[in-house]
C-alpha cells in the first residue's frame, strides 16, 4: 500500500513520540520525530511535510515559537498539543498560526481522527484529485478560489496558504460584501465556541493579506475591514 502523508512527530517526551508514531504508522503515514524546537524547526525548514503534531511545553523553544517560525515560509498543516485546555494556550496556539489542537491526555484514535481530518482540509495535501472540471469555484478580478483542489490564485500566481488561512478566505469569499463579526468568524472558521482573544481572527486576516498583498494589493484589499464590526469581503465576480 502507498504511504499517504508523511507526518513530523515534535515531542519532549519520547514514550508520546512513540505512541503517536505507532498509531499514526498504523495508518500508513509516513512519520519522522524530533525530541526539541530547534529540531523541529530544521526539520519543518529542510523537509516538504503533509502535516506537523507539534508540542506546545518544551524546554527551550516551546511550540508557540516553532509554530511562528514555521509560519515565516511554510504553509505546512499543523495541531498543537498542549498539556495545558485553557483558554489562553489554544488563543496563543491559534494567533501562532496553528491549525487545531489536541488537549493532553488524548486518546491516540482521536488523534488520528483529527489528523485525517485536517489532512482532508488542507491546501497543501498532495493527494486531492484536480485532473476534473472543478464545480466549486469562486472566480473574482485578481483572484480565484478552486474549492474542490483547494487552491488559490491571484493574477495566475499560486498562494500557499494555511488550512486555517484557506478556510478563513474562502468563508468570507461565497459572501461578497457581508459583514461578519470577529466572533462569528472564530465560531464557524474555527469550530469552537468560547470567548477569548479575538486577535486570533486579527492575526490571520494580517496574514492572509500580506501573502496576498506581495502578488497584488489589489487582492489583498479585496479583505475589508469594517471598523467595529469585522470584515467582509469586498469585490465584484467576473
Same mark, same amino acid.
Given at each position: =500500500?502507498?504511504?499517504?502523508?508523511?507526518?513530523?512527530?515534535?515531542?519532549?517526551?519520547?514514550?508520546?513520540?512513540?505512541?503517536?508514531?505507532?498509531?499514526?504508522?498504523? @495508518?500508513?503515514?509516513?512519520? $519522522?520525530?524530533? $525530541?526539541?524546537?530547534?529540531? %523541529?524547526?530544521?526539520?519543518?525548514?529542510?523537509?516538504?511535510?503533509?502535516?506537523?503534531?507539534?508540542?506546545? =511545553?518544551?524546554?527551550?523553544?516551546?511550540?508557540?515559537?516553532?509554530? #511562528?517560525?514555521?509560519?515565516? !515560509?511554510?504553509?505546512?498543516? *499543523? *495541531?498543537?498539543?498542549?498539556?495545558?485546555?485553557?483558554?489562553?494556550?489554544?488563543? #496563543?496556539?491559534? @494567533? %501562532?498560526?496553528?491549525?487545531?489542537?489536541?488537549?493532553?491526555?488524548?486518546?491516540? +484514535? $482521536?488523534?488520528?481522527?483529527?489528523?485525517?481530518?485536517?489532512?482532508? +482540509?488542507?491546501?497543501?495535501?498532495?493527494?486531492?484529485?484536480?485532473? !476534473?472540471?472543478?464545480?466549486?469555484?469562486?472566480?473574482? #478580478?485578481?483572484? !480565484?478560489?478552486?474549492?474542490?483542489?483547494?487552491?488559490?490564485?491571484?493574477?495566475?500566481? $499560486?498562494?500557499?496558504?494555511?488550512?486555517?488561512?484557506?478556510?478563513?478566505?474562502?468563508?468570507? %469569499?461565497?459572501?461578497?460584501?457581508?459583514?461578519?463579526?470577529?466572533?462569528?468568524?472564530?465560531?464557524?472558521?474555527?469550530?469552537?465556541?468560547?470567548?477569548?482573544?479575538?486577535?486570533?481572527?486579527?492575526?490571520?486576516?494580517? +496574514?492572509?493579506?500580506?501573502?496576498?498583498?506581495?502578488?497584488?494589493?489589489? %487582492?489583498?484589499?479585496? *479583505?475589508?475591514?469594517?471598523?467595529?464590526?469585522?470584515?467582509?469581503?469586498?469585490?465584484?465576480?467576473?
Amino acid at each position: =500500500m502507498e504511504q499517504e502523508a508523511r507526518i513530523l512527530v515534535v515531542d519532549d517526551e519520547e514514550r508520546i513520540r512513540r505512541l503517536l508514531r505507532m498509531y499514526l504508522e498504523r @495508518e500508513n503515514y509516513y512519520v $519522522e520525530d524530533a $525530541e526539541n524546537g530547534e529540531e %523541529a524547526v530544521k526539520l519543518g525548514l529542510e523537509n516538504e511535510y503533509d502535516l506537523i503534531l507539534l508540542d506546545i =511545553m518544551m524546554p527551550g523553544m516551546d511550540g508557540i515559537e516553532v509554530c #511562528q517560525e514555521l509560519r515565516k !515560509t511554510k504553509a505546512t498543516p *499543523i *495541531i498543537m498539543l498542549t498539556a495545558k485546555g485553557e483558554e489562553a494556550n489554544r488563543v #496563543q496556539g491559534f @494567533e %501562532a498560526g496553528t491549525d487545531d489542537y489536541i488537549v493532553k491526555p488524548f486518546s491516540p +484514535r $482521536e488523534v488520528v481522527l483529527r489528523v485525517k481530518a485536517l489532512l482532508r +482540509r488542507s491546501s497543501s495535501t498532495k493527494f486531492l484529485h484536480t485532473d !476534473t472540471a472543478a464545480k466549486d469555484v469562486l472566480v473574482f #478580478q485578481h483572484l !480565484t478560489i478552486d474549492n474542490d483542489a483547494h487552491r488559490v490564485s491571484v493574477n495566475g500566481s $499560486e498562494i500557499n496558504l494555511t488550512p486555517k488561512e484557506y478556510e478563513l478566505l474562502y468563508y468570507l %469569499a461565497q459572501s461578497p460584501d457581508k459583514v461578519f463579526s470577529r466572533e462569528q468568524l472564530l465560531k464557524d472558521v474555527w469550530n469552537y465556541d468560547f470567548f477569548g482573544d479575538l486577535r486570533t481572527v486579527d492575526t490571520h486576516i494580517k +496574514r492572509l493579506r500580506e501573502k496576498l498583498n506581495r502578488v497584488s494589493p489589489e %487582492a489583498a484589499s479585496m *479583505i475589508s475591514t469594517v471598523w467595529g464590526v469585522g470584515y467582509k469581503f469586498e469585490a465584484a465576480k467576473e
